[in-house]
Every structure is written in structure tokens, then in C-alpha cells.
């Protein structure tokens, strides 16, 4: 098959554009200027917006102590809008069975174009261009939401404002996403007979390439000659996307002696965000650029990672877990201490041994512990508890956590190559009142230090890990690219195990990636929060497994939930942080400052 295009001079083009043009033995396009190989391309918008709203009024009959009629109202509005933008390109292919040739007395153009054939032969007049396109993707969203309810008793005809409640609240997300990639490489594509490449003038290649079969190249088959500059450039393939969410309800009413109380204040958070790159790089087999790119490798674009309707899932999942915990956090203490109260009672009736009965007695005492300790954070945050927050009791609170966590942190008999040991309470820390213990920073992380399939570590026949005489798991650094463990924490890999204050538990101490020493200020900062926080945020979570390490296999969700709730627990770990770390002088000023305020 032969094109040609001639007897126009500067007229005499020859454009293919997102089409392919293919014969079984040879095809030849020749044309007596310009020779155009373009891709075709395909948009797709997306825009929308939704606006709700309700009202209601009702009257509700109450029975019990205070029966009666309520009369309740409520409003609710919420609003949003996202916006999307796509860009794909469907490239022009030239193909042969044989030989694909190009002649061209001016410029030669592959913009999103491929020629492809066992031999390819280019003779270009002026300069050659083989760029390559990238898909692209954008999108916006966002979305609010309010609303308020009012219930107001009726007692004999009569509003009872002495007993009013009601609630107010609010919630926003928003998730922003940005794609692009060459998802097929723009070029010249020869196979074991070679390319035959000669040019006029300059030659450009932006992610464009330039390429043959080893066989080829071993036989020097292959020929490029340009006349002005050789000019490569790489193109650089990225996909992100980030979400946040957050919620807030608020509730308060009248008691019946009058006062203003808080009912049902709860707040959720969610997060999500992913990110990809890749290079497409410039090429000609064995002359320039990337050398070592030959004809069939595979594409070096990067696939799209966003998906609106399942991070919009995410954002509100974790969103509707926090809230739930905060919301529910007195329900949830009262459940769990009556369920382990229960059922440490019925042991207790059973055991016949002091030993026993003692070792039985001492969890009974160890959870009516936990349970004030749970109640003074209640109180702390939501200031509804009736605790007397004084700095003795938060810091008694917050001495029995910190003794928690450490005897939880002690389970675990470590991970070793042989030289470097990490297991929980390895870290170096001048810790809590001298005590030399590091609790700051995330526990081990098997999934990450072993893989989720474990093949960084010795293993069982069955996949299990296979642990050394001292019970620890045992790391390759033969399956971890010849790096020891030491090496393989300062990975990229290695780094998302530790945690944004301390890093690792038993690691060297960081706070948001800066390394610090023990005894210094940061030291005794990430340690005064340490106890508090890994008892709130991972024990009674449930984040953490029997050896006191991060729970392996955690879903998705688990995984965001545990991620949020990290973060989360800092706040109502600050008041036992404080108590550990200011001096009682500030703690007085502080009571003298809250009496005033009353």
C-alpha cells in the first residue's frame, strides 16, 4: 500500500489522525511536504450540583415519669456540586507486515502516533517530531450539609420551657483529584529487521522512542542520522487524590432543675488519599536516551487510582466510626467493664486456688482502674463528667496507663536479622520521671516489616511465620534487596511504619519525620502524651493483637479507622500529657483561672 501526496508543494501533506492505516506486506506514506500521524481526541465533562432540604413539625406522646405531650421541629439543608474532566487521545497507528515506510520533503510528525513493522525506514526532509500524549483527569467536589431540631414538652396545654432540648449540626467533604499519564508510548516501533532513520534537520523526541528487537541491534541493523540537534525529553506520569470529611452534632437541653446541659455532642473525621508516578521516557534503542528500551517492553504509564463513589464511602465511613466512638463513648466503657466485670465474677466463683483467686482479684482491680481512667477522659473532653479534674487525678491516670503500656508492650519478643533487634520497648528515652522507657511512636507493624505475604521473614511450610529459638521473628535481608533491618526502616517501605510523633516505639524517637535525641525536649514532650496515648488510641480501640503489636490483615477501612484514630486520640490524651509535663505551679495557676471562670 503506498500514499502519496504531491504536486502542491507546501499543500502536499499527508495527515492521518487517530485512525490506523495497516497492510499485510508494505506501506508507504510519501509526501512532498509535510507527513502529519496525530491522535484524535476525547473529552468528557462532568457537572453537577444538588440542593435538598426538609422541614417537619410533629407531636410525639411521651409515657414514664414525665408523660405528656412533645411538640418537635426540625430543618435540615444541604447543597453540593462536583465537577469532572477527562481528556483521552486515540492514537494514529501505521502498521506493516513487512516494511513501513516515510518520506517526507519537510517535516514528519508522530503526535500520538505509532509506525510499527518488522523494518521501518524514515527519510525526513526537515525535522522530526515524535511527541508522546497524556490522558488527563480532573475532579472537584464538594458537599454541605446542616440542620437543627427543637423539642419542646407540653404539660397541661402549656409549653414547659424548663425542659427544652434540642440540637444543632453540620457536616462538609470535599475530595479533589488530578490524572496524568501516557498510557501508549508515541514512535517508531521496529522489529528484527531494524530501523532505518535519517533526518534533514533537528530531531525531538518528548517521551517519544525510537525502537527495535534485541536481535537488531546484535546484527547492527539499526541506523539514526539527524542533521541538526538531537533533543530528549521525559515525560513525567502523575495520579493523586485527596479527600477529607468532618461532622459535628450538638446538643443541649434543659434539666429539670433548670440548667443548661449537653446532650449528645459528638464529632467525625475521614480522610483519604492515594498517590502514583511514573516516568514515559525518550528513546532510541541503543543511541541515546533510555538505551536499554527495546520494541515490545511494556507501557510505563501509570492506570487511574481514583474512584469518586468508593473515596466518597471512605471520607463517610470514617467519618460515621469516629463520630460513633465519640458519640457513643460512655455506652461503650459502661458495655465493655459490665461484660469483663461479669465475667471475671463467674471465674472467680470457680477457681479454688488463693493463686488464682489473686490473679483474678487483680484484673477486677486492674478494670475498675481503667474504667475511672476511661470516665476522667470522658469528662476531660466533654466536660460532662462529674470527675474533680485535678492534676493528682490526671496524673495518677495517667501513671496507670503508662504502666499499661508498657507491661502490654513487653509481649513481644521482637524481629531480629541476626544483629539489629526491634521489638516494643527497645527505643531509646530518658521516658516518664526516669523510668527509660520508650512508649512514644507506633508498636511493630508486621505487615509492613514482613510484607502482608510475610516474605521478608522466615517463614513455615504453611506461610506461617517460623520464629527463632528466642521466639522472635526472624528478617531476610536476602528478600529485602540485600538491606538489614536497620536499612530497611530508612526505606520509603520501612518509613510508613513509624508514626508521625515518636516514629517507632522501639525504634530511634522522631517527631514528624526529625529525629531526636533522649532526654531532649521533644523526648520528654512525646513521652508525657506516650502512656495516655497508646492506651486511648490502640488498646482500648482494640487496634492492637495478643503480642501488643498492630493488628495484622486490617481491611481498608480498619486500616483509615486506625490511621484517624491516631491522630484523633492526641486530643483527649493532652490533659494526662499536661499533667505528666507541666510543673505544679502552672497546674495551680490553672485552678485558680477555672474557679475565676465559674
Same mark, same amino acid.
Given at each position: 500500500?503506498?500514499? !502519496?501526496?504531491?504536486?502542491?508543494?507546501?499543500?502536499?501533506?499527508?495527515? !492521518?489522525?487517530?485512525?490506523?492505516?495497516?497492510?499485510?506486506?508494505?506501506?508507504?506514506?510519501?509526501?512532498?511536504?509535510?507527513?502529519?500521524?496525530?491522535?484524535?481526541?476525547?473529552?468528557?465533562?462532568?457537572?453537577?450540583?444538588?440542593?435538598?432540604?426538609?422541614?417537619?413539625?410533629?407531636?410525639?406522646?411521651? /409515657?414514664?415519669?414525665?408523660?405528656?405531650?412533645?411538640?418537635?421541629?426540625?430543618?435540615?439543608?444541604?447543597?453540593?456540586?462536583?465537577?469532572?474532566?477527562?481528556?483521552?487521545?486515540?492514537?494514529?497507528?501505521?502498521?506493516?507486515?513487512?516494511?513501513?515506510?516515510?518520506?517526507? @520533503?519537510?517535516?514528519?510528525?508522530?503526535?500520538?502516533?505509532?509506525?510499527?513493522?518488522?523494518?521501518?525506514?524514515?527519510?525526513?526532509?526537515?525535522?522530526?517530531?515524535?511527541?508522546?500524549?497524556?490522558? =488527563?483527569?480532573?475532579?472537584?467536589?464538594?458537599?454541605?450539609?446542616?440542620?437543627?431540631?427543637?423539642?419542646?414538652?407540653?404539660?397541661?396545654?402549656?409549653?414547659?420551657?424548663?425542659?427544652?432540648?434540642?440540637?444543632?449540626?453540620?457536616?462538609?467533604?470535599?475530595?479533589?483529584?488530578?490524572?496524568?499519564?501516557?498510557?501508549?508510548?508515541?514512535?517508531?516501533?521496529?522489529?528484527? %529487521?531494524?530501523?532505518?532513520?535519517?533526518?534533514?534537520?533537528?530531531?525531538?523526541?518528548?517521551? &517519544?522512542?525510537? =525502537?527495535?528487537?534485541?536481535?537488531?541491534?546484535?546484527?547492527?541493523?539499526?541506523?539514526? %542520522?539527524?542533521?541538526?540537534?538531537?533533543?530528549?525529553?521525559?515525560?513525567?506520569?502523575?495520579?493523586?487524590?485527596?479527600?477529607?470529611?468532618?461532622?459535628?452534632?450538638?446538643?443541649?437541653?434543659?434539666? /429539670?432543675?433548670?440548667?443548661?446541659?449537653?446532650? @449528645?455532642?459528638? #464529632?467525625?473525621?475521614?480522610?483519604?488519599?492515594?498517590?502514583? @508516578?511514573?516516568?514515559?521516557?525518550?528513546?532510541?534503542?541503543?543511541?541515546?536516551?533510555?538505551?536499554?528500551?527495546?520494541?515490545?517492553?511494556?507501557?510505563?504509564?501509570?492506570?487511574?487510582?481514583?474512584?469518586?463513589?468508593?473515596?466518597?464511602?471512605?471520607?463517610?465511613?470514617?467519618?460515621?466510626?469516629?463520630?460513633?466512638?465519640?458519640?457513643?463513648?460512655?455506652?461503650?466503657?459502661?458495655?465493655?467493664?459490665?461484660?469483663?466485670?461479669?465475667?471475671?465474677?463467674?471465674?472467680?466463683?470457680?477457681?479454688?486456688?488463693? #493463686?488464682?483467686?489473686?490473679?483474678?482479684?487483680?484484673?477486677?482491680?486492674?478494670?475498675?482502674?481503667?474504667?475511672?481512667?476511661?470516665?476522667?477522659?470522658? &469528662?476531660?473532653? =466533654?466536660?460532662? @463528667?462529674?470527675? #474533680?479534674?485535678?492534676?493528682?487525678?490526671?496524673?495518677?491516670?495517667?501513671? %496507670?496507663?503508662?504502666?499499661?503500656?508498657?507491661?502490654?508492650?513487653?509481649?513481644?519478643?521482637?524481629?531480629?536479622?541476626?544483629?539489629?533487634?526491634?521489638?516494643?520497648?527497645?527505643?531509646?528515652?530518658?521516658?516518664?520521671?526516669?523510668?527509660?522507657?520508650?512508649?512514644?511512636?507506633?508498636?511493630?507493624?508486621?505487615?509492613?516489616?514482613?510484607?502482608?505475604?510475610?516474605?521478608?521473614?522466615?517463614?513455615?511450610?504453611?506461610?506461617?511465620?517460623?520464629?527463632?529459638?528466642?521466639?522472635?521473628?526472624?528478617?531476610?535481608?536476602?528478600?529485602?534487596?540485600?538491606?538489614?533491618?536497620?536499612?530497611?526502616?530508612?526505606?520509603?517501605?520501612?518509613?510508613?511504619?513509624?508514626?508521625?510523633?515518636?516514629?517507632?516505639?522501639?525504634?530511634?524517637?522522631?517527631?514528624?519525620?526529625?529525629?531526636?535525641?533522649?532526654?531532649?525536649?521533644?523526648?520528654?514532650?512525646?513521652?508525657?502524651?506516650?502512656?495516655?496515648?497508646?492506651?486511648?488510641?490502640?488498646?482500648?480501640?482494640?487496634?492492637?493483637?495478643?503480642?501488643?503489636?498492630?493488628?495484622?490483615?486490617?481491611?481498608?477501612?480498619e486500616r483509615a479507622a486506625y490511621n484517624t484514630w491516631s491522630v484523633a486520640a492526641i !486530643?483527649?490524651?493532652?490533659?494526662?500529657?499536661?499533667?505528666?509535663?507541666?510543673?505544679?505551679?502552672?497546674?495551680?495557676?490553672?485552678?485558680?483561672?477555672?474557679?475565676?471562670?465559674?
Amino acid at each position: 500500500m503506498t500514499v !502519496v501526496a504531491t504536486g502542491a508543494e507546501e499543500r502536499s501533506d499527508i495527515t !492521518v489522525q487517530g485512525s490506523s492505516v495497516s497492510a499485510g506486506r508494505d506501506v508507504s506514506l510519501i509526501a512532498e511536504d509535510e507527513i502529519k500521524l496525530l491522535a484524535a481526541e476525547n473529552t468528557a465533562n462532568q457537572q453537577s450540583s444538588s440542593h435538598s432540604s426538609s422541614a417537619s413539625i410533629g407531636v410525639s406522646l411521651n /409515657l414514664g415519669v414525665q408523660t405528656g405531650l412533645s411538640v418537635g421541629v426540625a430543618a435540615s439543608k444541604g447543597t453540593g456540586q462536583a465537577d469532572g474532566q477527562d481528556t483521552a487521545w486515540t492514537n494514529a497507528r501505521l502498521s506493516a507486515g513487512e516494511t513501513a515506510s516515510l518520506a517526507s @520533503g519537510g517535516d514528519t510528525t508522530l503526535k500520538g502516533a505509532i509506525v510499527e513493522a518488522p523494518q521501518v525506514i524514515a527519510d525526513v526532509g526537515g525535522n522530526l517530531a515524535i511527541e508522546s500524549l497524556q490522558d =488527563t483527569g480532573t475532579y472537584d467536589s464538594q458537599q454541605h450539609s446542616n440542620g437543627f431540631s427543637i423539642s419542646v414538652p407540653i404539660l397541661g396545654g402549656v409549653p414547659d420551657l424548663k425542659r427544652i432540648g434540642g440540637s444543632i449540626g453540620g457536616g462538609k467533604s470535599n475530595i479533589d483529584s488530578d490524572y496524568a499519564s501516557v498510557n501508549e508510548q508515541s514512535g517508531i516501533r521496529a522489529g528484527d %529487521e531494524g530501523f532505518d532513520v535519517q533526518v534533514g534537520g533537528g530531531t525531538t523526541l518528548t517521551g &517519544g522512542a525510537i =525502537t527495535s528487537t534485541q536481535p537488531a541491534i546484535d546484527e547492527g541493523k539499526n541506523h539514526f %542520522e539527524t542533521g541538526g540537534k538531537l533533543t530528549l525529553a521525559d515525560i513525567t506520569n502523575q495520579a493523586e487524590y485527596e479527600g477529607k470529611g468532618a461532622s459535628i452534632n450538638l446538643g443541649a437541653g434543659i434539666s /429539670l432543675d433548670g440548667k443548661l446541659t449537653p446532650q @449528645g455532642t459528638s #464529632a467525625g473525621v475521614g480522610e483519604d488519599e492515594n498517590s502514583a @508516578g511514573s516516568m514515559t521516557l525518550a528513546t532510541i534503542s541503543d543511541i541515546a536516551g533510555n538505551k536499554n528500551a527495546r520494541t515490545g517492553d511494556a507501557e510505563t504509564g501509570i492506570a487511574p487510582i481514583f474512584d469518586a463513589e468508593k473515596v466518597q464511602r471512605e471520607i463517610d465511613a470514617q467519618v460515621q466510626i469516629t463520630q460513633t466512638l465519640t458519640h457513643q463513648a460512655h455506652q461503650v466503657v459502661d458495655a465493655y467493664v459490665q461484660t469483663e466485670r461479669k465475667s471475671l465474677q463467674e471465674q472467680l466463683k470457680t477457681v479454688e486456688t488463693a #493463686a488464682d483467686k489473686a490473679v483474678i482479684q487483680q484484673q477486677l482491680d486492674d478494670l475498675l482502674l481503667q474504667e475511672r481512667v476511661m470516665n476522667v477522659l470522658i &469528662g476531660a473532653v =466533654t466536660g460532662m @463528667g462529674g470527675t #474533680a479534674l485535678t492534676r493528682g487525678t490526671l496524673s495518677a491516670a495517667a501513671d %496507670e496507663m503508662r504502666r499499661i503500656t508498657i507491661e502490654n508492650s513487653e509481649r513481644f519478643a521482637g524481629v531480629t536479622d541476626g544483629t539489629t533487634k526491634l521489638d516494643n520497648i527497645s527505643g531509646e528515652s530518658e521516658g516518664v520521671r526516669g523510668d527509660g522507657v520508650k512508649t512514644g511512636g507506633t508498636r511493630a507493624d508486621l505487615d509492613i516489616l514482613c510484607g502482608t505475604d510475610n516474605k521478608r521473614c522466615a517463614t513455615n511450610s504453611d506461610g506461617s511465620l517460623n520464629l527463632n529459638e528466642k521466639g522472635q521473628v526472624v528478617f531476610l535481608p536476602s528478600e529485602a534487596d540485600g538491606k538489614t533491618l536497620a536499612e530497611f526502616l530508612e526505606t520509603d517501605e520501612g518509613k510508613k511504619a513509624a508514626g508521625l510523633t515518636g516514629g517507632i516505639q522501639g525504634w530511634k524517637g522522631t517527631f514528624f519525620g526529625i529525629p531526636y535525641a533522649a532526654g531532649s525536649w521533644m523526648d520528654k514532650l512525646v513521652e508525657s502524651f506516650g502512656g495516655s496515648h497508646d492506651f486511648l488510641g490502640g488498646q482500648v480501640t482494640g487496634l492492637y493483637d495478643e503480642q501488643g503489636n498492630i493488628k495484622r490483615d486490617m481491611s481498608d477501612i480498619e486500616r483509615a479507622a486506625y490511621n484517624t484514630w491516631s491522630v484523633a486520640a492526641i !486530643v483527649p490524651s493532652a490533659p494526662f500529657a499536661m499533667a505528666e509535663l507541666l510543673p505544679p505551679q502552672v497546674w495551680q495557676a490553672i485552678s485558680i483561672f477555672l474557679k475565676d471562670a465559674k
